[in-house]
Nanobody, 116 residues
Framework: VQLQAFGGGLVQAGGYLRLSCAAS??????YGWFRQAPGKEREFVAA????????DYRDSVKGRFTISRDNAKNTVYLQMNSLKPEDTAVYYC????????????WGQGTQVTVSS
C-alpha cells in the first residue's frame, strides 16, 4: 500500500488550502486525515467512509474543513478553509483496509503552516 499526500504550504490566517492523498495497492474501507504539531501528539482531524461517504471531524475543525473522496481515483481530499495559526502541523493521510480495526497505512505527511 502506498499513500502520497500533496497540497501543504504556507498560508495566512483566514486563508485556505486543499490537501489530497492518493492511495494504491489495496482495498480500503475508510480514509482519514491526522495532524501533528511540534511537541504535540498526533491527533485525528477527519475521516470518511469509502462506501457510505459518512464523515467525522474533530470539533475544532467542524464547519471549516471538509473531507471528501473520489473512489474511482482512490483519492481523499481535505478542504481547509478559515485556517488558523493553531492548524499549523504536519498533516498525514491514512487508510484503513477492509476488515482492519485501525488505520494501518500512513502517508509521508505534508506541512501546513498558517501565519498570523
Amino acid at each position: 500500500v502506498q499513500l502520497q499526500a500533496f497540497g501543504g504550504g504556507l498560508v495566512q490566517a483566514g486563508g485556505y488550502l486543499r490537501l489530497s492523498c492518493a492511495a494504491s495497492g489495496g482495498t480500503f474501507s475508510s480514509y482519514g486525515w491526522f495532524r501533528q504539531a511540534p511537541g504535540k501528539e498526533r491527533e485525528f482531524v477527519a475521516a470518511i467512509s469509502r462506501g457510505s461517504g459518512s464523515t467525522d471531524y474533530r470539533d475544532s475543525v467542524k464547519g471549516r474543513f471538509t473531507i471528501s473522496r473520489d473512489n474511482a481515483k482512490n483519492t481523499v481530499y481535505l478542504q481547509m478553509n478559515s485556517l488558523k495559526p493553531e492548524d499549523t502541523a504536519v498533516y498525514y493521510c491514512a487508510v484503513k483496509r477492509l476488515l482492519a480495526v485501525m488505520y494501518d497505512y500512513w502517508g509521508q505527511g505534508t506541512q501546513v503552516t498558517v501565519s498570523s
